[in-house]
């Protein structure tokens, strides 16, 4: 094969594979929104923990799979907790207040973490071992497989759960009329305890899936989190497939960028996205046709 | 079966009942009349647990009900229609009908369905539409079966006609008395004071958050003050 269509398939995967995590934190964000119409600045600190914890029990000597498991468990714990015990509380408050709350529990979560874990970097270990793969004549790590394979998983299961599910659809009503959700009998409390465990477990393991490549570390949620609150409103806020269609654009946007003009401004492109949204199509590339399916 | 005593509510600052005394035995079918923002609303809301009460007692059943939460309600068998519809838009009609009987599980839920279907058939030509796409009486239609979808002891309807042409409210109305024959509890606020008043047993006046006259249907069709300000006589 050509070298620049080797070239160009190269940076497609590295895109795709960092686009698939910010789909997972991006779904995070749209499953909070819609139960509350809260964004939750928390979400990468989800993220920050899924890695956290997974390498902190690592070190403990308990197994990967044991780890990964133990780490999204906390991490749901901790969402849980923050929804009972910050947001719950100050329910009747404005949502502005409500996200408030979000970027005090971030500060608090990054800061818990620094004292207990420290503050130094880490790395996991790759799933399956650190072999390239070779495919059409661009190398993919297995890593990326993982990646790509675990998000593709649970976007067909949050589908199923959201269009087959009562539950799902009762979450979607309520997301869309929370009046009429109250008044068929819906618990609209424990729909966003719902919503913030599930988004928690979703940051978790987009946490875990990049930390073998990206290495962890107690503010890795900050930009984590940055990027899949920016592929969130590239798609539209609070719905789902905006939310993976704007991480995996997202995720090309700075691969391309970085390889075809300066890798110097990887990280702004996040940036650029945001600021090109809220000035050009503030409603995002799914617009707000009411409240979709996540 | 539904008594209600010294109820009073709030927005803010602002009073919205000022102290309701009310009842309904079951089996009654009873309305509830007055003008724009008198509160009518709010009561429904209250009872169905979905504005904080102020003040006062709501017992259902001899229960005391004031501080339950809505599904609890709902799962006693209070159940509402609230006013402007209020269907879950991008859902299917037939979401929108599952989701009415979110409280109860089991194939039963299955036979209902069937039941709405055969009352309302255009429901069932247009089930896995968005609700969102219906006209209006067929929201309504939606609105009601939803309602009836969770097995109403009391049901609460909240302006069910208003905004309909002439041919459906009469179709509304109809719905009502039939399901008042099958034995349901109703309570119904309507702006068409003259239709309501004339199929219900009893009737409630509400002026400015509070009842102000209560008597037989029939009798209040004949009150001057209900003629003149609610009847255009
Ligand atoms: N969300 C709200 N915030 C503040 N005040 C409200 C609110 N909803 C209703 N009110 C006020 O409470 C009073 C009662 O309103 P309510 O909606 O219960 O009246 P209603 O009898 O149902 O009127 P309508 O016939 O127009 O439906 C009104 O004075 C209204 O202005
Ligand atoms: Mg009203």
Known sequence: MPAPLVEFLQFLFSGITSGAIYALVALGFALIYNASHVINFAQGEFVMLGGMVTWAL??????????????VALTMVVGLALEKLAIEPARNADVVTLIIITIGAGIFLRGLTSVTLGKDLHALPSFSGDEPLSLLGATIMPQSLWILGVTAGIVVLLHGFFNYTLLGKAILATSHNRLAARLV???????????FGLSALLGAVAGILIAPITATHFEVGIMLGLKGFAAAILGGLGNGVGAIVGGLLLGLIESLGAGY????????????VILGVLFFMPSGLFGRRGTERV | M???QGLTSHYGRIQALEGVDLTIAEGELVALVGANGAGKTTLLRCISGVQPVTGGRILFEGRDITRAAPQSRVALGICQVPEGRQVFGPLSVEDNLKLGAFRRRG??????LERMYTRFPVLKEKRKQPAGTLSGGQQQMLAICRALMAHPRLLLLDEPSMGLAPLLVGEIFNTVELLKEQGTTLFLVEQNAYAALGIADRGYVLETGGVVLSDTGAALLENARVKEAYLGL
């Open chain 1, 185 to 195: 009998g819906i618990n609209v409390s424990f729909v966003l305890l719902l919503s």
């Open chain 1, 58 to 71: 690592l070190s403990q000597g308990i197994d990967l799979p044991l780890a990964i498991a133990g780490a």
């Open chain 2, 107 to 112: 194939k039963r839920v299955a036979d209902d």
């Open chain 1, 261 to 272: 003009i300066s890798s110097d401004y990887k990280d702004a492109m996040a940036f650029v």
């Open chain 2, 2 to 4: 539904l008594e209600i």
